[in-house]
């Protein structure tokens, strides 16, 4: 069966050489658009569906040509560059005449062919072992494009896995384990009550899902941030492991010790800094986190 | 006692804690500073000095250097020999004249130990003898002599450490083993790492700065052998193995060899690990893999050791190198065997011979103990800048990109051609353009012609033609300054026609001056060398073809055979402060691009896409090498995944067709700390182009470069 290639995806970045997504060399598609509304959220830019623009105060050479380009006069100049948000319609007219590349659209659409195209770049150096990753935001907010997406690479010969919030349409999940190698599905918290404080939708379709995923024969990494004072308890680790040891398929967790970084980017966007260093969890927390879950035979990774 | 590692990781633990002292000790300077102490021996007292001829003059330096170097036998040593004159540390040899140094060393050949090893230095010796004969009376006579006494030196000095070893209680081990080698060929791995040991050490107690080659192909069978016997155990041949590394991190004094605070580790003693021997069959043995421990426990990081790697290379040898690798320090860098074979043949060599390369104690490729190696450096940015724009004066012009491109090709030829005249002026009697190359006497140099094939069998020193092949290498620096100054221009003056060549040209003779915006459009729109991006890609592919065809048109028709090469090695810092603002958005005086790595800041896509666009060009083309250097942040290569990652870079590596690759895995800010607390950093090496240097002993102009090297 051939996919179709002209079907369109909206991506924030492809990073290639990327070796923390999955085995090996991989090149990383980044999918714009995410149910969730992580309170530590590192990629924000990823959040919203729509086009937009990201602006870098940090390079701006203050030439003030975005002003004289903008229909619809979002940029002025009052001894500071300053974007009016409200005004902006994301056309990109501005970043695509910034020197400097301070103004930058995230959002581009993308054909499968075209990703084809770049992915196929580093397949000397995939290896047995590399390949491509679909993450985000929330890959499966694409729906049916990025399932399509697995598939095409699929054809070609590339490895692939996801990075998964595990929040989408179950509906997708059979033709998605069909066509992916490795899904590394997030764990955010065990606790339900603060799955909704901190991230806006319950866990219960999350761990659904990851259910039928391992049912259909999914081979499953967990990745489980750790939030100090947040989720850095006992009882989440041990919660982790029992899921771990549910799963028909699971290569191991990894524990990702939460960072301060997602803030900046949230800065680029408008939003104000939600970066947090007294969520930076302890070397101790990340010890106390590996005994918990070697105790539990599980693999750490 | 802390083996550095820049990764953070802590180093395993194989040897004694009697060889971890003494390497430990000697990395912290205590046998570097001692040979210090002695420069060189006098010959002042020689009647009629300056009435002998410059070959009795050096054989005099050798002889006296021999019969008064100090004895050092180290606390412990399992082999003995040392190299305790501080001036050969920096390049001459060890010899004065009313406070001069008489001559200079050689550098950038690695020695033919094969024949130490396999028939003892006694060969060597009746090879001279019958060759003397042939030559009596003729003008190759007092050469041959000269080999003689130098041989005699060799004895004299042997004698002399048996007659030390015979009178220390505890070394009738070291004594025993140093009776038979060099002289006669080893009969055991012991004896085997000892008389390359000795050989090395003497070699370089005379001045020079040999490399060591292929050293598990040389001692392989020697330890199988030994294995098998049941003769010696791996962990008694890893500790011997060790100290022949200690032993060579006697020079370690902290200050740079060529006083240019260019780093204390530069002695070019580089080693070559792995690959096919000249029958095409893979070499990789247990002192491979020993070698590899040495080097992951110790961290020593003065033999640059590089792996030759091939489509087949067994995963767990790939593996083991990216283990080591991943300390940091650069200590292992990588060949592709397969490419560099085919260059080699199409250099005219053949099959088995080609198969039998290592480098020449940098990384430049050559058929060891047969080659005399010489590279000749020069900076291609400066030529579009001085000669092709004219140094940017208004009345340059051209009418399209062909034209501009054209003329910097003829441009580049007159460079080449201007080399070839220099080494005609300074190596023949016959004078530039002619076709007859007849060589005119150089310095003397006897000590290395003893260990280079060729130099006895014609009565020929090293400098004068004597070795088997004899190489002149342009190499071209600046490769990516100067595609992405072309590819600017094309896009800028050419395509979108934003202004003329000669309005930018102002723009430039202004090094950019109020012209910021332009030059961030350059800088941010524009896809340079090293992102994988094909049209400048390409432009280094076509003038890295064109300038091969330059130098393929030279060969032959000279004494030498005229490769073409890559490289700036450090030069990007000397050459920095003679170039004028580039076209690439790059001001004047900036530090630019290093070897075939792209200008410093302009990589976007990182490791994978930098080797796409290196590869993108014909390395095969360039016989004597292409560096690519990598940076790796130790976060990204540690782990399973990060092992993994390592090894399948290097894969791709070989299946793209790369030449060599030098990856260093450390973090800029870690840089950035010892250069504040250099006392905490002391043995910190990092990987500066064909050699390691202790950064510490950098000047801070060269930590700075290494440090904008590693910043992403």
């Known amino acids: ?301 | 006692m802390i083996f550095y590692a820049p990764n953070g990781q802590r180093r395993p633990i194989r040897l004694s804690q009697e060889t971890r002292q003494f390497a430990y000790d000697s990395l912290n300077r205590k046998y570097g500073l001692e040979t210090q102490k002695t420069p060189a021996v006098a010959l002042d007292d020689t009647k009629n000095f300056e009435t002998l001829t410059p070959i009795e003059k050096y054989d005099l330096a050798i002889s006296k250097i021999a019969r008064e170097a100090p004895v050092r036998v180290c606390r412990g040593e399992l082999i003995s020999g040392a190299a305790t004159l501080g001036s050969a540390i920096h390049h001459s040899v060890p010899a004065t004249y009313r406070s001069e140094a008489i001559y200079t060393g050689v550098s950038h050949l690695t020695i033919d130990f094969e024949t130490v090893l396999r028939h003892g230095v006694g060969y060597i010796r009746g090879s001279a003898e019958q060759s003397l004969k042939k030559h009596l009376g003729s003008e190759r006579e007092p050469f041959l002599r000269s080999c003689l006494n130098c041989l005699d030196a060799f004895e004299v000095w042997h004698r002399r450490y048996l007659s030390a070893l015979e009178n220390i209680p505890d070394y009738e081990r070291n004594y025993k083993n140093l009776q038979r080698v060099p002289f006669e060929p080893a009969s055991n791995f012991y004896e085997a790492v000892q008389s390359i040991w000795f050989t090395f050490a003497f070699v370089r107690l005379c001045g020079n700065w040999p490399g060591i080659g292929r050293i598990d192909w040389l001692l392989g069978d020697f330890l199988k052998k030994d294995l098998r016997d049941g003769n010696l155990t791996l962990d008694e041949a890893r500790e011997i193995l060790a100290h022949f590394f200690i032993k060579g991190c006697e020079w370690i004094c902290g200050e740079s060899s060529f006083g240019n605070g260019s780093g204390d580790a530069q002695h070019y003693q580089n080693i070559l690990l792995g690959g096919i021997d000249e029958n095409g069959i893979d070499v990789t043995n247990e002192v491979t893999y020993l070698v590899l421990d040495i080097l992951e426990e110790l961290g020593i990081g003065d033999f640059p050791t590089t792996v030759r790697l091939n489509s087949q290379t067994d995963e767990k040898l790939l593996r083991r190198v990216s283990e080591v690798m991943r300390y940091g320090g650069g200590i292992l860098a990588v060949y592709n065997e397969e490419l560099i074979i085919q260059a080699l043949l199409k250099d005219g060599y053949n099959l088995s011979e080609a198969r039998k390369f290592a480098n020449d104690g940098c990384w430049e490729v050559q058929i060891p103990g047969k080659t005399y190696f010489t590279y000749i450096p020069f900076d291609s940015l400066q030529i579009l800048q001085r000669q092709t724009l004219d140094s940017y004066k208004n009345s340059i012009d051209y009418s399209d990109f062909e034209a501009l491109y054209s003329r910097y090709v003829n441009d580049l030829k007159k460079k080449i051609e201007a080399i070839l005249h220099d080494k005609q002026r300074l190596f023949t009697e016959s004078g530039v353009n002619t076709a007859v190359w007849k060589w005119k006497p150089q310095i003397p140099c006897t000590v290395v012609s003893l260990f280079e094939q060729g130099c006895i069998e014609k009565g020929v020193s090293y400098f004068e033609g004597g070795p088997v092949y004899n190489i002149c290498s342009p190499h071209i620096g600046g490769l990516a300054d100067t595609v992405n100054s072309l590819y600017t221009i094309k896009k800028l003056v050419f395509d979108e026609r934003r202004l003329t060549l000669r309005e930018f040209l102002k723009v430039l003779k202004n090094n950019w001056d109020g012209e910021e915006a332009l030059r961030m459009y350059v800088i941010n729109h524009y896809s340079f060398y090293g992102n994988d991006s094909d049209e400048a890609d390409l432009l280094a592919a076509r003038l890295l073809n064109d300038f091969a065809d330059i130098c393929n048109g030279i060969d032959g028709k000279c004494g030498y055979r005229f490769p073409a090469g890559v490289s700036t090695f450090g030069r990007q810092l000397e050459w920095a402060p003679d170039r004028l603002a580039s076209p690439h958005g790059k001001k004047a005086g900036d530090i630019l691009a290093a070897n075939c790595s792209p200008t410093p800041g302009s990589d976007r896509e990182g490791a994978t896409a930098i080797i796409r666009s290196y590869c993108k060009a014909d390395l095969s083309r360039l016989a004597t090498g292409s560096a690519l250097d990598v940076k790796l942040l130790p976060a990204s290569v540690s782990g399973e995944d990060g092992l993994q990652s390592l090894i399948s870079l290097m894969r791709g590596f070989v299946k793209l067709g790369g030449f060599f690759m030098q990856p260093d895995v450390v973090d800029a800010q870690i840089l950035r700390e010892a250069q504040e607390h250099p006392e905490n950093y002391q043995t910190l090496s990092v990987r500066v182009s064909g050699w390691n240097a202790r950064f510490v002993t950098l000047s801070r102009e060269w930590q700075n470069m290494v440090i904008e090297q590693n910043e992403h």
Not at chain 1, 19 to 40: E, S
Not at chain 1, 188 to 206: A, C, F, L, M, Q
Request: glycine residues 8%.
């Open chain 1, 1 to 301: 069966m051939n996919t179709k290639t002209d079907t369109q995806l909206t991506v924030t970045e492809i990073q290639r050489f990327c070796m923390h997504d999955g085995p090996g060399i991989r090149t990383t598609v980044f999918l714009k658009g995410c149910p969730l509304r992580c309170a530590w959220c590192h990629n924000p830019e990823t959040q919203k569906r729509e086009r937009e623009l990201l602006f870098y105060s940090n390079k701006c050479i203050g030439c003030g040509q975005c002003v004289k380009i903008c229909l619809n006069d979002a940029h002025s100049f009052n001894g500071n560059h300053t974007l009016d948000r409200e005004k902006c319609t994301a056309c990109g007219d501005c970043a695509k005449s910034c020197c400097s590349a301070a103004l930058e659209i995230c959002g581009k659409q993308y054909t499968i062919a075209n990703l084809l195209y770049v992915l196929e770049k580093d397949r000397a150096f995939y290896g047995d072992t590399g390949g491509i990753t679909l993450s985000g935001g929330e890959p499966f907010a694409q729906g049916c494009s990025a399932v399509t997406l697995l598939q095409a690479c699929k054809e070609t010969g590339l490895s692939t896995a996801i990075e998964t919030s595990g929040y989408f349409d179950p509906s997708l999940l059979e033709a998605a384990v069909q066509y992916t190698d490795l899904f590394l599905w997030d764990i955010k918290d065990t606790d339900d009550s603060r799955h909704i404080r901190y991230t806006g939708v319950t866990n219960i379709k999350i761990l659904n899902n990851l259910k039928l995923a391992s049912d259909l024969g999914a081979k499953i990494r967990l990745r489980c941030i750790l939030v100090n004072g947040v989720n850095t308890d006992r009882e989440h680790y041990r919660n982790i492991s029992d899921i771990a040891n549910s799963l028909s398929k699971c290569e191991g967790v990894e524990l990702l010790p939460y960072h301060a970084f997602g803030g900046t980017k949230a800065v680029f966007l408008g939003l104000a800094d939600n970066g947090k260093k007294e969520w930076i969890p302890t070397e101790q927390q990340l010890g106390t986190a590996k005994n918990i879950l070697h105790s539990y035979g599980i693999k750490v990774l």
